[in-house]
């Protein structure tokens, strides 16, 4: 997804208009980042102590040198303030380690925290020049931050030789920076923590210089980096949201529709208010909340709450029918062009052979382990909140519209999140404005913590779009692929939001991004998308429009090399000339993989057993990646037994975490593959928990699991998902291989492949 | 009528709900947040708690039936083998949004505590079900390998 728009579409939306981003602050803010100062503006230490942040026990001692990215206490720490959520993709180790490099730092001295809710300072680049959205999201965290902490570090790095030079009256050019030591040939050293203080008075240098790439001795480094928030999270001390504990806090659960858009008739609370330890019941624009003195007695009092349903606006189709509309429409009168080259129709119809395949994907939930949760603290003339916001700005200006209150009255304090993958990124911050509701109907008498169960969580909405491609496509009498249509349709992700404005000539990019046409450079491509009007809330879900536009590339192309005759990596191959990355991903993971060579352990498996390769690499969020995989069915079972990953994100700032971040978008993916699937009946979801939810468990996991990453000199793109589009459509491909068998459905289901003829 | 148990070695006093879940006392009455909620149905692993040794899940089991019982939660861990593992996981970087995590280490020691030399078959057995959402699966099942390593036989259990 290109997010580079979000923040021009976002710019007319009220309760961000409301923050105040003028084009005079823009045009300030732009002249200010052009010179870099924003990196190295200090701010008092006295605003740090004040932040409130100390309450949870995540902000160290206010230091004396201190600037929005990095702070250097007289403890000798270097903490870097992580304008991006950490959800699990590493970014308080990885956004550490950029600081770390250019400051010389020694590795051991980097703690990482949370920054305050603020643009532009904390803005995503990512989403638009003027950095006037702050949010995680579209793997862009390293990617906009690696510039910026790179001059955080250099600058703070030649402040503190130039307190040393001043101290020890020497030039500062015969002043050395190694490990966290800052010396003098005379002998003289100092540590960051000494000349904190000395630095912290000093102006900005003009300028500093960046190291060239061959100077990283951290960077890239194959010798580990410790993940700063390991041991934290391996002894049950890492705070989440749902762990903040306030003085005289309740806990509230909502009652929310049993169909998506109907609304609250009439509540009977009579019940629910005499269950002990319930404290109130109110009604809040999402539903109807039960706050109680803890977690069990608002679950028992929603149990025995009573509320009627006006559902004239509801939506009642199941998920059938919404399938069978979705077939209706793809390619018919309400469709948009995407793309159109050459002439699709006419080269079909001279092709050697043609291929049509219809392909369906279901809505699918983030379910991340921790359930949505906020905390929100509302006074007369300010409201706290405390969540793993992913949308930071967006999460205040929401808060601030529903508590009454300004943007700047409105304090975010973002904790670590258990898992997000999308969810906790939405326009209306929903989870963050039910809990400042309850805390403004409630009055503010007492701080309140959200707590959206697992079924909340299953059965909440935000889904991945339940997705339908039909395409056909035609094979020259070489086997070339000659033409390509292509259908899509499903729920716009941005239409009815403020992303609105990312919407291009009736498109939205989040509906067809990663398309065939694109990534093979089809030269008569005919490309169109119907957006489906269906009532269920939809999301972004890790990887977006690549979730199923890569699954129906990577599929298709390979059934084409079949049906050509040709080996599925040198077809892929041939039609990448123009795609040197992808190429050469795609190569080291053939290579590695063995793909010519016999399986290692033979090709049976145990008796009655079928074993295949299958392969797929894609493009997402500027990196690229590829899988090799090796399956065993059997019994009518589908068991991934090695993958071989190779993967291009530039330069790997931390290798041992890009190679995590494989590892799960592999996991993600086969559980979307294997078993992901939100169905619904007459329009209620029928899936409540993890027993009807089925996600991947470690028995379940590849056992072998190999990555490689290319080498490579440009700056970090991507990492957190574009591993993931790439896994599903491998393992079809390995399933086919095997067995012949098509899978065009997700999640795979074999025998219905089997019985469907394709 | 309140409730007597052992928390982490400290006699415990809760007057509260006897149905009420152990994770939703210990979580909102004792303060011990380490243990996390992620189903209410022993469906993902995330409350694993010890009771008297035996790793359990705090989402359904109501206060009442610990009565008397011995409780050990994450912040409570000190076991040979608990240690060994969190060391472990430390060593391996197990750890990505880290939310379920205690519940993973709790299932993990308890496993070593009674095998000190598990295969992976024997891991997944123990640990499948344990959901990880991250899918860090690869590297538990290394780190309690490498936990393993670090401990001799006879120390598990201690």
């Known amino acids: 997804m290109d997010l580079r728009n979000i923040e021009d579409s976002l710019a007319t939306w009220p309760p961000l208009a409301r923050l105040g981003i003028t084009r005079r602050a823009f045009l300030r803010f732009t002249t200010i980042a052009g010179s870099g100062l924003t990196l190295g503006a200090i701010i008092p230490a006295s605003a740090a102590k004040k932040s409130g942040l100390t309450v949870l026990g995540i902000e160290g001692t206010p230091g004396d040198f201190s600037t929005p990215f990095v702070r250097i206490d007289p403890d000798n720490t270097v903490t870097v303030i992580c304008k991006h959520v950490e959800a699990g993709q590493g970014v308080w180790t990885g956004l550490p380690a950029v600081v770390a490099e250019e400051l010389d730092a020694s590795w051991g001295q980097m703690r990482a925290e949370s920054s305050p ?108 980096l410790p993940r700063l928030d390991s041991h934290s999270k391996s002894t049950g001390t890492q705070q989440f949201a749902i762990d903040v504990m306030l003085p005289d806090m309740m806990t509230a659960l909502v009652l929310r529709p049993p169909r998506f858009g109907a609304k609250v008739q009439s509540i009977d609370s009579a019940a629910a208010k005499a269950v002990p330890g319930v404290v109130d019941v109110v009604q809040i624009p999402r539903g109807v909340a039960v706050v109680a003195r803890d977690t069990w007695a608002a679950k028992k009092g929603r149990e025995a709450l009573k509320v009627s349903w006006d559902e004239s606006g509801a939506e009642k189709r199941g998920t059938d029918a919404i399938f069978k509309e979705y077939r209706q429409l793809s390619g018919g009168a309400e469709a948009v062009k995407v793309e159109n080259r050459g002439d699709a129709d006419a080269t079909l119809k001279k092709a050697a052979k043609v291929i049509d395949v219809e392909f369906e994907f279901p809505y699918l939930a983030h379910a991340p382990m921790e359930p949505l949760t906020a905390v929100a603290r509302l006074s007369a003339d300010k409201c706290e909140v405390w969540a793993g916001c992913q949308f930071h700005t967006i999460d205040q200006a929401n808060a601030a519209q529903a508590s009454g209150l300004k943007p700047e009255q409105v304090v975010i304090y973002t904790l670590a999140a258990g898992g997000t993958f999308g969810r906790r990124a939405n326009a209306e911050s929903d989870y963050i404005v039910e809990a400042v509701s309850i805390a403004k109907a409630t009055g503010g008498k007492y701080p309140v913590r959200l707590i959206w169960t697992r079924e909340d969580d299953i059965t909440g909405g935000r889904y991945r779009p339940a997705t339908y491609h039909h395409v056909i496509a035609g094979l020259s009498q070489d086997g070339k692929l000659i033409a390509l249509k292509q259908d899509v349709v499903n729920q716009s992700i941005m239409a009815g939001t403020p992303m609105a404005g990312m919407i291009k000539d009736g498109v939205d990019p989040t509906s067809v991004e990663g398309g065939t046409a694109e990534q093979y450079d089809v030269e008569n491509a005919h490309v169109t998308w119907t957006q489906a009007k269906v009532g269920v809330p939809i999301l972004w879900w890790r990887s977006v429009g690549h979730t199923h536009t890569a699954f129906v590339k990577e599929v298709l192309i390979d059934e084409l090399a079949e049906a050509a005759g040709k080996d599925p990596v040198a077809y892929r191959l041939s039609l990448l000339e123009k795609h040197p990355r992808q190429a050469a991903v795609l190569k080291l993971a053939a290579e590695k993989a063995g793909w010519d060579k016999p399986f290692a352990n033979g090709q049976a498996g145990p008796k009655g057993a079928r074993r295949g390769r299958g392969i797929a690499v894609h493009e997402s969020f500027n990196s690229v990646v590829a899988h090799a995989v090796e399956v065993t069915v059997n019994d009518g079972t589908i068991k991934v037994d090695r993958v071989v990953t190779a993967v291009d994100c530039g330069i790997a700032v931390t290798p041992d975490v890009v190679r995590a971040q494989m590892q799960s978008c592999i996991g993600y993916g086969l559980s979307a593959a294997l078993y992901g699937k939100i169905s619904l009946t007459d329009g209620r979801v029928d899936q409540t928990n993890f027993h009807q939810y089925r996600v991947l468990r470690i028995n379940e996991m590849p056992p072998v699991i190999e990555i490689h990453i290319l080498p490579s000199t440009n700056p970090p793109t991507g990492v957190g998902e574009p591993g993931t589009p790439p896994i599903a459509p491998a393992v079809a491909n390995a399933v086919r291989a095997a067995t012949g068998i098509k899978l065009h459905k997700l999640p795979f289901d074999l025998a219905a492949a089997k019985a469907t003829k394709t | 009528m309140a409730i007597k148990l052992t928390v982490n070695n400290q006699p415990q006093e809760l007057d509260v709900d006897p149905e009420m879940p152990l994770l939703w ?91 000190s030399k598990p295969t992976d078959a024997d891991i997944d057995a123990a640990m499948a079900g344990n959901i990880c959402r991250c899918a860090t699966y690869a590297r538990i099942r290394a780190a309690i390998h490498q936990a393993a390593d670090s401990l001799p036989a006879s120390q598990a259990k201690s």
């Open chain 2, 25 to 115: 006392a210990i979580r909102d009455h004792l303060r011990l947040t380490g243990t996390k909620f992620g189903c209410g149905m022993a469906l993902c692993g995330a409350c694993t708690v010890h009771i008297d040794g035996q790793p359990t899940r705090s989402c359904v089991t109501p206060i009442s039936a610990v009565a008397g019982k011995s409780v050990t939660t994450i912040e409570g861990l000190s076991s040979v083998a608990g240690k060994a593992v969190q060391t472990a996981w430390v060593g391996l970087d197990v750890p990505q949004c880290g939310y379920c995590q205690s519940g993973q280490v709790m299932s993990a020691s308890a496993l070593l505590a009674r095998n």
């Open chain 1, 117 to 224: 809710a603020k643009v532009p300072t904390y803005g995503n680049f990512a989403f638009g020049p003027k950095g006037n959205v702050q949010g995680t999201g579209g793997s862009t965290s390293m990617a906009n931050s690696w510039d910026q902490l790179r001059h955080a570090g250099a600058y703070a790095r030649a402040m503190l030789v130039q307190a040393a030079a001043n101290r020890w009256k020497v030039p500062a050019s015969e002043i050395t920076v190694s490990d966290g030591v800052v010396s003098h040939k005379s002998g003289k050293k100092a540590t960051f923590g000494e000349l904190a203080a000395a630095a912290g008075k000093l102006s900005l240098p003009a300028e500093v210089k960046l190291k060239d790439p061959s100077q990283f001795k951290l960077i890239g480094s194959e010798k580990k």
